[in-house]
C-alpha cells in the first residue's frame, strides 16, 4: 500500500488527484467541528453516559463522532448511503427504472439525479425527528420554531455539502468519494477507541500486564483484518466452456471462461440492514426520555435488542437478541444477493453465447446448478460476516468495554473501501504509465 501511494505521488497528474482528495477530507473535519447555531453540543454525550446506551455506536461512528458533537455534519452522508440502498432496491423492483439503468450513462445520470434528492428528503425527515424528538430533552437550548427551523436547515444542508463533496472527490479526486468520506469518518474515532482500550485495560496496571494486554488487542484485530481482508477477496469460480462455431471461414470460440461468485456476495449491507432494524425500536424509544419502563416486559426486549447488552455475565437473558441479530444477517444476505444476481439470466445469456458449464446442460439445470452453488456461498460469506461483526460485541460485553465505535462492520467497510481505492489509483498510475509497440 505504501508503495502504491509512493509511486503515486511521482505522477504529475494522480499527485493533484491526491492532493484535492486531502483537502477535501480536511474541509470535512472542520465542518465536523463547527457546532449547529442554537443547539447544546454537550447533549448527547452526556444523554448517553447517563443511558449507557450504543444504540447510535455505529451512527455516530460513520458521521466521525459529529453526531455526538452535533456539529454541521451531524447527518453525514448517512442518508446519501439510505437513499442509495433503496434507489438500488427500487431499481429492481420498478422496471422503469430499470430500464433507465441498462440506457448506459444518461440513465445512470438520472438514476443518480433521483438519488440525490432522495437524500435531501431523507436528511430532512431525519433533521426534523431530532430536532423536535430531542429538542424538549435540551437538545436545543431555545426549544422554539425558529431554532427548529435552524437546526433542520443546518443539518439538511450539511448533508447535502457532504454528498456535494463525495462527488466532486469521485469526479475530481482517486474516486470512490462518498466510500473515502465515509473511510475518514470512521478512521478519526481511532484515537478515542484507543484511549477507551488503554483506559480499560492498561490503565493502573505493571509494565508486564500492560505489554500482555498490548499484544493480546493488536493480535486480535490484526486477525480480524485478515480474516476480512480473506472474507472480501475470496471467491468460487464455476468453470465456462464456449463451444467453437464457424463464422465466416475462421473457426472462433472453445475459449475457456469463469464465472466469479464472490463469497461476501453482499458485502456489508446485510449488516447495516440487520444493525437498523435492530436499533430502530431503541432509538425510538430514546424520544420518549425516561417514560420507559424497562421492567416490563417491552422494556426487557428493547434491552435485549440493544448490542450493549449482549454476553454480560450478569445479565445473560439478553444475549438472545444477538440470535435475532444473526438471523437478520443471513437472511438480508440471502435477499441482498437474490435481486443483485440472478442464476436464470445468467444462464441465459451462458446458452446465448454458446457457453456451458462442463457436466451441466444449459437452459434451467444451469440455474438450477448456479443456484445451488449460490445458496452456499452466500452461507459462508453470511457466517464470515457474523463472525467479524459479533467478535467486538463478545469483547465489548465479557470486558465491559463500550462506547467503542471500533468494531465489525466498521472494519468491513476500511477493509473494501482502502482495497478498491488502491486499485483505482494503481489503474489510474497504468494508464498514464502505458506504453504501446508504437513507442518501443
Not at 472494519?411 to 494508464?431: P, R, W
Request: net charge positive.
Amino acid at each position: 500500500m505504501l508503495k502504491t501511494l509512493r509511486n503515486a505521488f511521482k505522477i504529475k497528474d494522480v499527485r493533484q488527484k491526491l492532493i484535492f482528495t486531502f483537502m477535501m477530507l480536511v474541509v470535512t473535519r472542520i465542518g465536523s467541528q463547527l457546532p449547529i447555531p442554537g443547539v447544546e453540543t454537550s447533549f448527547f454525550k452526556d444523554f448517553f453516559a447517563r443511558q449507557n446506551n450504543d444504540a447510535f455506536g455505529f451512527f455516530n461512528a460513520m458521521t466521525g463522532s459529529s453526531f455526538t458533537n452535533m456539529s454541521v455534519f451531524a447527518l453525514s452522508i448517512t442518508p446519501y448511503i439510505t437513499s442509495s440502498i433503496i434507489m438500488q432496491l427500487l431499481t429492481i423492483a420498478i422496471p422503469k427504472l430499470e430500464e433507465m439503468q441498462k440506457d448506459g450513462e444518461d440513465g445512470r445520470k438520472k438514476i443518480a439525479e433521483y438519488t440525490r434528492y432522495v437524500t435531501v428528503g431523507l436528511a430532512l425527515i431525519e433533521s426534523i425527528a431530532m430536532a423536535i424528538g430531542f429538542g424538549g430533552q435540551g437538545l436545543l437550548k431555545d426549544f422554539s420554531a425558529l431554532s427548529i427551523i435552524i437546526a433542520v436547515a443546518t443539518m439538511t444542508a450539511g448533508s447535502a455539502l457532504l454528498m456535494w463533496i463525495g462527488e466532486r472527490i469521485t469526479e475530481n479526486g482517486v474516486g470512490n468519494g462518498i466510500s473515502i468520506v465515509l473511510l475518514f469518518n470512521i478512521i478519526s474515532s481511532f484515537p478515542s477507541d484507543a484511549s477507551t482500550l488503554y483506559t480499560r485495560f492498561m490503565t493502573g496496571k505493571s509494565v508486564a500486564l500492560v505489554a500482555i494486554a498490548g499484544i493480546i488487542i493488536f493480535a486480535i484485530i490484526v486477525a480480524i483484518v485478515v480474516f476480512v481482508v480473506v472474507l472480501q477477496g475470496g471467491e468460487r469460480r464455476i468453470p465456462v466452456q464456449y463451444s467453437k462455431k464457424m463464422q465466416g471461414r475462421k473457426m472462433v470460440g472453445g475459449q475457456a471462461s469463469s464465472i466469479p461468485l464472490k463469497v461476501n456476495t453482499a458485502g456489508v449491507i446485510p449488516v447495516i440492514f440487520a444493525s437498523s432494524i435492530m436499533s430502530f425500536p431503541v432509538v425510538i424509544s430514546q424520544f420518549f426520555g425516561n417514560r420507559i419502563d424497562y421492567s416490563s416486559i417491552g422494556g426487557h426486549i428493547l434491552t435485549a435488542l440493544n448490542s450493549s447488552s449482549w454476553f454480560k455475565v450478569d445479565r445473560p437473558f439478553y444475549s438472545v437478541g444477538m440470535i435475532v441479530y444473526v438471523a437478520l444477517i443471513i437472511i438480508f444476505a440471502y435477499f441482498y444477493t437474490s435481486i443483485t444476481f440472478n442464476p436464470l439470466e445468467v444462464a441465459n445469456n451462458m446458452k446465448k453465447s454458446g457457453g456451458f458449464i462442463p457436466g451441466i446442460r444449459p437452459g434451467k439445470p444451469t440455474s438450477d446448478y448456479l443456484n445451488s452453488i449460490l445458496n452456499y456461498v452466500v452461507f459462508l460469506g453470511a457466517c464470515g460476516l457474523t463472525i467479524i461483526c459479533i467478535i467486538p460485541i463478545m469483547v465489548s460485553g465479557l470486558f465491559s468495554v463500550s462506547h467503542l465505535s471500533f468494531g465489525g462492520t466498521s472494519l468491513i467497510i476500511i477493509v473494501s473501501v482502502v482495497l478498491e481505492t488502491l486499485k483505482a489509483i494503481e489503474s489510474q498510475m497504468l494508464v498514464r504509465n502505458y506504453k504501446g509497440f508504437l513507442n518501443d
